[in-house]
Nanobody
Framework: QVQLVESGGGLVQPGGSLRLSCAAS????????MGWYRQAPGKQRELVAA???????NYADSAKGRFTISRDDGNNTMHLQMNSLKHEDAADYYC??????????WGRGTQVAVSS
């Protein structure tokens, strides 16, 4: 079993940056595909960025060019560097770990607020 804990959220002005982190406990972190999702009030949860076990990345169109996902298997962590933040990026951000559609783990989320 994998437990995921997000950190790094907070309040930032438009155009600012935040770096989210996801710390994983448990074994075999490196075998899981990882991803960041977000959910704004009244909206469905959506994929922001994903990274495979080989390090291939995928981004939502809204995140391309501004966000960078990375993983450090040696330290069981994943990060999301978010630059040029916009009001529409405000949401709760969730860390996800998945294994072949069979296992899915979620963190409790970290809140990102974008306001001047």
């Amino acid at each position: 079993q994998v437990q995921l804990v997000e950190s790094g959220g907070g309040l930032v002005q438009p155009g600012g940056s935040l770096r989210l982190s996801c710390a994983a406990s448990g074994n075999m972190f490196s075998i899981y595909a990882m991803g960041w999702y977000r959910q704004a009030p009244g909206k469905q949860r959506e994929l922001v960025a994903a990274i495979t076990i080989l390090g291939s990345t995928n981004y939502a169109d809204s995140a391309k060019g501004r966000f960078t996902i990375s993983r450090d298997d040696g330290n069981n962590t994943m990060h999301l560097q978010m630059n040029s933040l916009k009001h529409e990026d405000a949401a709760d951000y969730y860390c996800h770990a998945g294994l072949g559609g069979v296992l899915d783990y979620w963190g409790r989320g970290t809140q990102v607020a974008v306001s001047s």
